[in-house]
C-alpha cells in the first residue's frame, strides 16, 4: 500500500499533484450547471414557459453568476474580505458603455464592438484593483474589506460627476462636475447622476453566457494552478506560506487584480443590457448581495455560489405573482441554498451520489478518501 | 570549513520596542548552533531577520558570502535558507503529502522526487500518513511535518525554532535524533530552543541571549557546564 501511494506521488509532478480529482469534479458541476442552466433558460423562453420579464433577466442572471465567481476568487480562494465588488463593476459598465458609444460609428459588427468594450473594461477595472490592492495587500489584517467598501462609495460619486458627449462630428467630449452645452440628447453618453443613456442593449443572453463561461474557466484554472495552490496556502497559513518562499503580497495581489477584471467585464455586458444605467445602481448594496452570493454558495464553493446567485437573481421576478408572500419565499429559499451548501449529511449525500456517478473516477484514489471529506470541508 | 552565515550587529525594533540590541554571530558549514535564552529574549525574531521578514536598521547578513540584509523574504527560500518557524505552521486543510509539495514551491522540478524521498527516509511516521489530513495530525507529527516541509527545498541552512515546544520527552528525544540525522547528512542547522539542556547536547556551538544582546558564548559542552547556564537555564 504505501509503496503504492509512494509511487503515485512519484509518478505526478508537482503541477498535478494536489487534488486532481477534486479539480475535475468542481470543474465538471460548474459547467454542468452552467450548460444546463443556459439550456433550460433557452427552453424556457422558446416554449413560453418563461414569461418576457423573466426574460429580460437573462443577462443579469449571467452577470450576477459571473460576478459571484470572480468574488470567491478573492473571499474563498484569496481568503480576503472585499466589499466593493460593485465598484468594479461600475468600472466595467461606464468605460464599456463609453467605449461601445465611439466605436459604434467605426465598427458595425456589434459582437466585435462588446468584445473591444469588455477587454477595455477588464483593464480599467484590472488598473484599479492595482491601484487599490497595491498599497494594502501586503499588509495584515482586514484592510481590504475598509479600503473596498471606500472604493465602491468613491467610484459611485465619481461617476455622479463625470459627463461624456458626442458633438455631431463624432468627437468624444469630457466634463467633470458639470454639463457639456451644444449636445443633443442623442449625443448624451454619460451624464452624471443620471448615468449611461442611449445604449443600444448589444448585450444578449448568449454573450453573456459565454461570458461567464470564460469567467468561470479563469477561475477554475487559477485555482487549479501553481499559482492557486499559492494563493490558497497563503490563506491557510499566512506564517508557513512566508516559510516556503511565498510572495504573500505577490499572489494575493493576483487573485485581486483578476477579480477585479473579471468584474469589470461582468460589469460592461450588465451595462450594455439597459438603455440607460444610473451610478447609483452600483452601490454599497449590490456588493453585499454579490457577497451574499457567497457566503450562501458556501465561501470557497464555486458552483454553489453560481446557484445562489442564479436562484437569488430569478426568485424575486419569479414570486412576483405571490405578492404578499414573496419576501416570505425569498427568505426560505436562503436558508434552503444554505442548508444544502453548508451541511455537512446533504454535502456528504452529494458527495457520495458523485462517487457513483463519476466518470473519472479512479478506484485507487477513492477509497481511501471518503471518510475523511466531511473533516476536511469544515476546517 | 566555510561559513554559512554570519550575522553582523544586526539592531531590529518592533515599532519603539529595542528588540534585537547589536547582536552578531556566526554558522560554518556543517554545525549546529544553537541559540538559547529566556522568554522573550529575542531568538525568534533573530531568526524572523535572517529570513527577510523582519530588517534590521544596522548590520549586515551574509549568506554564503553574500549580502542578503535587504534580500525579500520571498528569495531567501531559494537561497538555500529554510526555516521552520515557531508553533508548526502547516497547512492545516491540505494533507501532509500536499504540504510536502508545497515545500518544494521555488525547488527545480527534478528534485522533487529525490527531496520527497529523503523526506519519507529521515521521517518514516510522515510517509504512513501521506493521504492524512495535516490538521489532524498529533503535535509531534505536524512538527515533524513541517521540518519536512523545510526540507523540500533543498536548505543548505536550515532554521529551527523550538522544534520540541509543547512535546513529550520522548518525542522531544525523537525530533533531537532526527536533528543530529539531518546534520550528518550534510544540512547545517540553526536551532532556537527553550530546552537548553537537549539544545546545548546535540549542538557545536551556542550563543546565549538576553533581552536582545548575546551574553554568552562557546561550544555545547563548555555552555552545559557553565555555571551562569546552569543557573540561568538548566535548573541549577
Ligand atoms: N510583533 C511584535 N510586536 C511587538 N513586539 C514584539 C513582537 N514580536 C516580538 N516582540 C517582542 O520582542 C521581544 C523578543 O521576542 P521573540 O519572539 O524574539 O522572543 P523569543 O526569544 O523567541 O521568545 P520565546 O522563547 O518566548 O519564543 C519580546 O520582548 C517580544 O515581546
Ligand atoms: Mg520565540
Known amino acids: ?379 | 570549513m566555510g561559513t554559512v552565515l554570519t550575522v553582523k550587529n544586526i539592531n531590529v525594533y518592533y515599532g519603539a520596542i529595542h528588540a534585537i540590541k547589536g547582536i552578531s554571530f556566526d554558522v560554518n558549514r556543517g554545525e549546529i548552533v544553537t541559540l538559547i535564552g529566556a522568554n522573550g529574549a529575542g531568538k525568534s525574531t533573530t531568526l524572523h531577520t535572517v529570513s527577510g521578514l523582519l530588517r534590521s536598521k544596522t548590520g549586515d547578513i551574509e549568506f554564503l558570502e553574500e549580502s542578503i540584509a535587504h534580500t525579500p523574504a520571498h528569495k531567501i527560500v531559494s537561497k538555500g535558507i529554510s526555516h521552520v518557524p515557531e508553533g508548526r505552521r502547516i497547512f492545516q486543510g491540505m494533507t501532509v503529502e500536499e504540504n510536502l509539495q508545497m515545500g518544494a514551491f521555488v525547488t527545480k522540478q527534478d528534485r522533487i522526487e529525490h527531496n520527497l524521498e529523503y523526506v519519507y527516509e529521515q521521517f518514516p511516521r510522515l510517509k504512513e500518513r501521506t493521504k492524512q489530513i495535516a490538521g489532524t495530525l498529533s503535535g509531534g507529527e505536524q512538527q515533524m511535518l513541517a521540518m519536512g516541509r523545510a526540507l523540500m527545498s533543498d536548505p543548505e541552512l536550515l532554521m529551527l525554532d523550538e522544534p520540541s515546544m509543547g512535546l513529550a520527552p520522548i518525542l522531544v528525544d525523537q525530533i533531537f535524533e532526527i536533528i543530529k540525522n539531518l546534520n550528518k547528512a550534510g544540512t547545517t542547522i540553526l536551532l532556537v530552543e527553550q530546552n537548553a539542556q537537549m539544545a546545548l547536547s546535540v549542538a557545536d556551538r551556542a550563543y546565549v541571549i538576553e533581552t536582545g544582546k548575546i551574553s554568552l558564548t562557546g561550544t555545547g559542552e563548555e555552555l552545559a557546564k557553565s555555571d551562569e547556564v546552569r543557573k540561568a537555564y538548566l535548573g541549577g
Open chain 1, 1 to 379: 500500500m504505501a509503496d503504492r501511494i509512494l509511487k503515485s506521488i512519484n509518478t505526478r509532478g508537482l503541477k498535478n499533484a494536489v487534488r486532481g480529482s477534486e479539480y475535475k469534479k468542481e470543474a465538471l458541476i460548474s459547467y454542468g450547471i452552467l450548460i444546463g442552466g443556459y439550456i433550460l433558460l433557452q427552453l424556457g423562453a422558446m416554449t413560453g414557459l418563461i414569461g418576457r420579464n423573466l426574460q429580460g433577466q437573462f443577462v443579469p442572471i449571467c452577470v450576477y453568476v459571473s460576478l459571484a465567481i470572480s468574488l470567491n476568487l478573492v473571499v474563498g480562494i484569496s481568503g480576503e474580505l472585499s466589499l466593493g465588488h460593485a465598484g468594479f463593476m461600475a468600472v466595467g459598465a461606464f468605460t464599456g458603455a463609453v467605449v461601445v458609444r465611439v466605436l459604434e460609428n467605426g465598427i458595425g459588427f456589434a459582437p466585435l464592438r462588446l468584445l473591444i468594450a469588455l477587454l477595455i473594461s477588464a483593464a480599467m477595472a484590472a488598473l484599479a484593483g492595482l491601484i487599490i490592492g497595491l498599497p494594502i495587500l501586503g499588509l495584515r489584517g482586514d484592510y481590504l474589506a475598509i479600503v473596498t467598501l471606500a472604493f465602491g462609495e468613491i467610484i459611485k460619486n465619481f461617476m455622479n460627476v463625470i459627463y461624456f458627449a458626442l458633438d455631431e462630428n463624432g468627437h468624444l467630449k469630457f466634463a467633470f462636475n458639470h454639463e457639456i452645452e451644444g449636445i443633443s440628447n442623442a449625443g448624451r453618453v454619460l451624464t452624471g447622476p443620471i448615468g449611461a443613456t442611449g445604449v443600444t442593449k448589444i448585450a444578449t443572453f448568449t454573450y453573456a453566457a459565454i461570458l461567464t463561461a470564460f469567467t468561470l474557466f479563469v477561475v477554475l484554472n487559477i485555482k487549479n494552478s501553481k499559482q492557486g495552490r499559492a494563493i490558497m496556502a497563503i490563506r491557510d497559513n499566512r506564517i508557513a506560506g512566508e516559510s516556503i518562499g511565498l510572495n504573500v503580497k505577490k499572489y494575493k495581489l493576483m487573485a485581486f487584480v483578476v477579480s477585479a477584471s473579471l468584474a469589470g467585464m461582468a460589469g460592461c455586458m450588465f451595462g450594455q443590457n439597459f438603455s440607460t444605467l444610473a451610478p447609483a445602481k452600483f452601490n454599497f448594496n449590490t456588493s453585499v448581495l454579490i457577497l451574499v452570493f457567497v457566503v450562501l454558495g458556501g465561501i470557497g464553493n464555486i458552483w454553489g455560489g453560481m446557484i445562489a446567485a442564479a436562484l437569488l437573481t430569478i426568485l424575486p421576478e419569479a414570486l412576483r405573482q405571490f405578492s404578499d408572500y414573496r419576501m416570505l419565499a425569498y427568505s426560505i429559499v436562503l436558508i434552503g441554498v444554505m442548508i444544502a451548501t453548508y451541511n455537512p449529511t446533504i454535502k456528504s449525500r452529494i458527495s457520495a451520489f458523485w462517487n457513483k456517478v463519476n466518470p473519472f473516477k479512479n478506484k485507487d484514489k477513492d477509497k481511501g478518501k471518503k471518510p475523511k471529506k466531511t473533516g476536511k470541508e469544515a476546517a
